[in-house]
């Protein structure tokens, strides 16, 4: 079955850097665009970054345009979330996202706490 394995959250100073991992299984990894998602306390989930199936595009949130960076691994069915300047605002829970076989499909998702 498809499935979605965040990794990578933690605590970090505002300023600081964190790289997130999404290992994949289940599904041809290659042929899909894949997403992050976030979603703070008492705030709906939003859209962090998406790219194409061969990487070879990317688009961003405003609100992170800059300092982050999304990218993949085909041959390790893995979607990365370089984060960099974090700050305060970007404590959220991180989702993985992608569309396949006709259903949204998410992982468990990582925590990320930006705090000094």
């Known amino acids: 079955q498809v499935q979605l394995v965040e990794s990578g959250g933690g605590l970090v100073q505002p300023g600081g850097s964190l790289r997130l991992s999404c290992a994949t299984s289940?599904?041809?990894?290659?042929?899909?665009?894949m997403r992050w998602y976030r979603q703070a306390p008492g705030k709906e989930r939003e859209s962090v970054a998406v790219?194409?199936?061969?990487?070879?595009?990317?688009n961003y949130a405003d609100s992170v345009k800059g300092r982050f960076t999304i990218s993949r691994d085909n041959a390790k069915k893995t979607v990365y979330l370089q984060m960099n300047s974090l700050k305060v605002e970007d404590t959220a829970v991180y989702y993985c996202?992608?569309?396949?076989?006709?259903?949204?499909?998410w992982g468990q998702g990582t925590q990320v706490t930006v705090s000094s």
């Open positions: 289940g599904f041809t990894f290659s042929f899909y665009a």
């Open positions: 790219i194409t199936s061969a990487g070879s595009s990317t």
């Open positions: 996202n992608t569309y396949v076989q006709g259903r949204e499909r």
